[in-house]
């Protein structure tokens, strides 16, 4: 059995956790608003008609932050249609994903919802088809107290107190041919440091996120950032990054090292932006929102569920609904260690997307909520990291892929809290098909006892939860791990994602 070592040392902080690492992202699309998180006639809906389940499953997923209300949604939203009574509220065709948008749920009902699941709301503007004044508008409906015009709008709909919502995403994806309104980097740099201007005359405490690449694979990628911060960079705080994967050609295991196109997608990000930076001869550095990252099959999406609408316009279609398997879980979790692994330049992240649409939970109308496989490594994740990030010291063997060349077997990365004396070791065995046993010398962290171990793994790595076996896949507690004079001795199956807890 191939065997790697890793050794932990308080002095190799990456960084403090910033929390908003943990986030999600909810998008009026398919079944995520409408039939995932609200459905008045559900058996368990509450008096806003929110699914209780959902919440609850939301609760103990562990979301710090919703990105709101897109995506390619937001591009064509009107927010004044989601605000007022909702016999009132126009319906209006979603050119993005082809429905018809009720506008049941708006920034209110989505602000109410978000305070239930104990998430802070992120708002992204719309810079595709709208501009400043539009962003300004909604900024003082959301932000300020009255006694001015749209505060006074949004008391009279039923806030008395402003949401105040600290974190603003200027457009989304605006490189996109696919994105309504899209533009050239300088058009949008221009457009984007106005409309930061505008937004921090209102209130100049705000968190602003200028669109970055679409994808790593975007012609214009690096050139796009280098243009945008070079306009916006005195007057925005992050610059973003989205990536999805999917396995390509059955090639499983090049799929399970595609974190390693999230690291060089970040490193190559932060090195524009460093580059901008050193020209401007700023003292600011850069943060990167990472605010879309998942595993979605994008094929399925293109060859199936974008020709199969029942009707012209539908409402709530079923979209991107993707059935998770133990190897795609594997996967997100291995995304999750590479954000936390640059922790000191990715502040937020964003989960793409929460309900239902390439989601870790899935609903039924009338029916039941479960957890996807996915959830199960960004729940454990959220709740056992803490403290600092730390980066271990790794000696472990490469394997080879089509894709990415020689890539560690093993990849992994470590929290500690230096005041409750909790540790945390999250760990991927990338293999797919041998077992590896791993060392964690953990003796610098201090006298230290194994609290809890999680290990999600399957003999069939496609095993996956569905409507009809919702609790098929689910981690187990690794009973290989031993801890003796401070080093850890851990087995992990091939194809496994593994959350080791320490505490004193």
């Known amino acids: 059995m191939p065997a790697a070592r890793l050794t932990l040392d308080p002095a190799f902080v990456v960084a403090p956790l910033d929390r908003r690492l943990f986030g999600s992202f909810v998008e009026h699309l398919g079944r995520c608003v409408y039939d ?78 978000s305070a239930k699941v104990g998430s802070e709301l992120m708002l992204a503007v719309n810079l595709g088809t709208r501009g400043v004044q539009e962003a300004i508008d909604l900024l003082e409906y959301t932000n300020i107290p009255s006694p001015s015009a749209f505060s006074q709008q949004r ?124 020209i401007r001869r700023s003292d600011k550095t850069m943060k990167i929102s990472f605010d879309e990252w998942n595993v979605w099959y994008q094929d399925r999406y293109q060859n199936v569920d974008r020709i199969t609408a029942v009707d012209e316009w539908p409402v709530a279609p079923r979209l991107l609904e993707d059935a998770y398997s133990v190897a795609d879980a594997v996967v997100v979790g291995n995304l999750m260690i590479s954000l936390l692994k640059h922790a000191d330049r990715v502040r937020s992240a964003s989960l793409a997307q929460l309900v239902n649409v390439i989601a870790p939970i899935m609903t039924e109308p009338a029916g039941a909520a479960w957890k996807q496989t996915t959830f199960f490594p960004f729940a454990l994740t959220a709740r056992l990291a803490q403290g600092e990030v730390l980066k271990p010291a790794l000696e472990v063997p490469a394997y080879a892929t089509a894709v990415y060349g020689e ?5 992994a990365v470590a929290t500690s809290d230096p005041e409750n004396g909790a540790a945390a070791v999250f760990l991927v065995n990338r293999s797919v098909d041998e077992a590896i046993t791993v060392t964690v010398d953990v003796e610098r962290l201090g006298a230290l006892r194994i609290a809890e171990t999680h290990t999600l793994a399957d003999a069939d790595p496609f095993a996956a939860n569905t409507l009809e076996d919702q609790e098929r896949v689910a981690p187990s507690a690794n009973d290989s791990a031993r801890l003796e004079d401070g080093v850890i001795t851990i087995e992990l199956p091939p194809v496994s994602w593994t959350a080791i807890a320490l505490s004193r």
């Not at 209130?203 to 690096?222: I, K, Q, W, Y």
Request: aromatic share 12%; proline share 5%; net charge negative.
């Open 36 to 113: 995932g998180l609200y459905e008045p006639g559900h058996p368990t809906a509450d008096a806003e008609g929110f699914r209780q389940d959902v919440i609850d499953l939301v609760r103990e997923l562990g979301v710090t932050t919703i990105r709101y209300p897109g995506g390619n949604f937001v591009s064509g939203y009107r927010w004044e249609d989601g605000v007022g009574p909702r016999e009132q509220r126009p319906k209006r065709l979603d050119t993005a994903w082809h429905s018809l948008e009720t506008n049941e749920v708006g920034l209110h009902e989505f602000a109410s919802w």
């Open 155 to 278: 008391v009279a709909n039923g806030a008395e107190t402003p949401f105040d919502v600290r974190m603003w995403c200027l457009g989304n994806e605006m490189d996109g041919p696919w994105q309504l309104g899209y533009r050239s980097a300088e058009d949008y740099g221009v457009l984007a440091s106005r409309t930061a201007k505008a937004m921090r005359q209102l209130d100049p405490d705000l968190e602003l996120v200028a669109c970055g690449s679409s994808n790593r694979h975007m012609p214009t990628f690096g050139a796009w950032e280098r243009t945008v911060l070079e306009h916006t960079y005195d007057d925005v705080d992050f610059i973003s990054c989205h990536a999805y994967y999917f396995m390509r050609n059955d090639d499983l295991g090049s799929f399970l090292a595609c974190s390693t196109d999230m690291d060089a997608f970040i490193e190559e990000v932060a090195a524009a932006a460093d580059h901008v930076k050193s």
């Open 407 to 411: 890539v560690p077997v093993v990849d």
